[in-house]
């Protein structure tokens, strides 16, 4: 079993800034990508922003320029910074990793997520 712990959220004013965290822990070989996605009420869960194992970054256009995504791949940790944030960008932030678990299987996992809150 792989769990993965998302932490930083909270309530910031629009241009503010947060960092979020996730780690995975559990018995797994290796994390081929981890990414974040969102969740807003009533809309379905987007991507913000992932990464591969080889360093290979993505980014939807609205958040281009304003979130940055990175690994500390020895402690198996994701982080999303995310500046210049608007309104728009409130939602429930989800860490997704895709692991390769100890029966050779490889299977997205998510964590539980983490309320973002963009509000003056």
């Known amino acids: 079993q792989v769990q993965l712990v998302e932490s930083g959220g909270g309530l910031v004013q629009p241009g503010g800034s947060l960092r979020l965290s996730c780690g995975a822990s559990g018995r797994f070989l290796s994390i081929t990508a981890m990414g974040w996605y969102r969740q807003a009420p009533g809309k379905e869960r987007e991507l913000v922003a992932t990464?591969?194992?080889?360093?290979?970054?993505n980014y939807p256009d609205s958040v281009k320029g304003r979130f940055t995504i990175s690994i500390d791949k020895a402690k198996n940790t994701v982080f999303l910074q995310m500046n210049n944030l608007k309104p728009e960008d409130s939602a429930v932030y989800f860490c997704?990793?895709?692991?390769?678990?100890?029966?050779?299987?490889?299977?997205?996992?998510w964590g539980q997520g983490t309320q973002v809150t963009v509000s003056s």
């Open positions: 990464t591969t194992s080889g360093g290979i970054t």
């Open positions: 997704n990793a895709n692991v390769t678990d100890s029966r050779l299987r490889q299977r997205d996992y």
